[in-house]
C-alpha cells in the first residue's frame, strides 16, 4: 500500500506565494508521473500542473508563468511553488502519484491520491 501526505496549504493574501509539497511512501520501487489537482466548492476537480518522471512538465493555462512544479525523486516528493496567487486560486488541492511498485503477489500498478490541502486566496 502506498499513502501520499500533502502539506503546505493555507490562507494567504492576493499576490502571495505558497509552497505544496507531497510526500510519498509505502510499497514504491518507481514512481512515473506526479502531479497536482485541484477543485473548488462545487467545480470538478482539474488538472493543475504534472510533471513525469524525467522532468517534463505541463500546466493549466490558468497557472502557466505562476506555478511551477518540481520534483524530488529519491525522496517521492512533488512540490507545487504557487507565486501570484489570486482568489480564483482558492480550493482543495490534491497530489497524486503514478506508482509502480516492488513486486509481490498483490502489488499493481496504480494511481493514487493524497487526502487534500486547502488554499485559500483572500481579495
Known amino acids: 500500500q502506498v499513502q501520499l501526505v500533502e502539506s503546505g496549504g493555507g490562507l494567504v493574501q492576493a499576490g502571495g506565494s505558497l509552497r505544496l509539497s507531497c510526500v510519498a511512501s509505502?510499497?514504491?520501487?518507481?514512481?512515473?508521473?506526479m502531479g497536482w489537482y485541484r477543485q473548488a466548492p462545487e467545480q470538478q476537480r482539474e488538472l493543475v500542473a504534472v510533471i513525469s518522471s524525467g522532468g517534463s512538465t505541463n500546466y493549466a493555462d490558468s497557472v502557466k508563468g505562476r506555478f511551477t512544479i518540481s520534483r524530488d525523486s529519491a525522496k517521492n516528493t512533488v512540490y507545487l511553488q504557487m507565486n501570484s496567487l489570486k482568489p480564483e486560486d482558492t480550493a482543495v488541492y490534491y497530489c497524486?502519484?503514478?506508482?509502480?511498485?516492488?513486486?509481490?503477489?498483490?502489488?499493481?500498478?496504480?494511481?493514487?491520491w493524497g487526502q487534500g490541502t486547502q488554499v485559500t486566496v483572500s481579495s
Open positions: 509505502g510499497n514504491i520501487f518507481t514512481i512515473s508521473d
Open positions: 497524486n502519484a503514478d506508482v509502480i511498485p516492488w513486486p509481490t503477489p498483490s502489488a499493481r500498478r496504480r494511481v493514487y
